[in-house]
């Protein structure tokens, strides 16, 4: 992985590129003077962190005379150094800025900043392997072209937990499942004091056609709704499956799924009000 260097504009969308590095493994530094590179370089080598970027722009002004040697000094040490620039046209960039509120770096009228501020960078945007005019583009648009640029791959989990409607649904999950349909083995002496991940708490759960049928739409709509949302640039979906008190029937379904579903990277998070024997 290159060792990459993000600049730009203020408002061209340098905060969505960074997170787009971050969540794709990068460590990231922002807001780092051209004098401390070389350090940071030594840093990150020392701990063996393969994927690095850092922002160096506007705000850091007052050290922007050192670039040119810092950039020389850095390309000899990283033969993969990557600098990456964003730039927009300054009535969309305004716009952004009226949009967010926020001031601008240089903080005096905002299109007499935006010129100050393309000419104070003119130095890192003549050392730039790739420009982005971001003026066209929305934040999912240029995080997808980050991704392209540098080669990565969009990773994505689907988290599954089960849990009990008694000991109330969680509230971080993007889905919750009601399974409380499906036989129940709590009314099998022999399976009540197993768990769902027992053989036979399974099949008695899934123990008959409609069951089955349940189960299959179910599956289909987790996926449907999982591949939604990683087309909609997210990064994870959690998917919380109940059932009376999470022993047995949420057990056994978040078990399957992560099974069939194993495609979507499946993380299973936790079986959080199951007790096993002897609890």
Known sequence: MPFVVVSGLSGSGKSTALRTLEDAGFFITDNLPPELWGAMHDL???RSLKCVAISTDARTRDFLGALETSYTRLSRRREDLRVLFLEAHSDVLLKRYNFTRREH???ENLMVDFAR???LLAPLRAIADT???TTDLSAKEL?????GLFRLENSFTLRLMSFGFKHAPPRDADMVLDVRSLPNPYYDPALRPKTGLDAGVARYAFG?????????ELRDFVRVAAERARAAGRHGYTVAVGCTGGQHRSVAVAARLAQDLEDLNVNVMDHRDMKVDGE
């Open 131 to 133: 420009v982005i005019d």
């Open 143 to 147: 995080a997808e072209r980050v991704r």
């Open 208 to 216: 008959d056609e409609a069951a089955e049928q349940f189960y299959t």
């Open 44 to 46: 990150v080598t020392a």
């Open 117 to 119: 501020e393309r000419d």
């Open 105 to 107: 770096p240089l903080g």
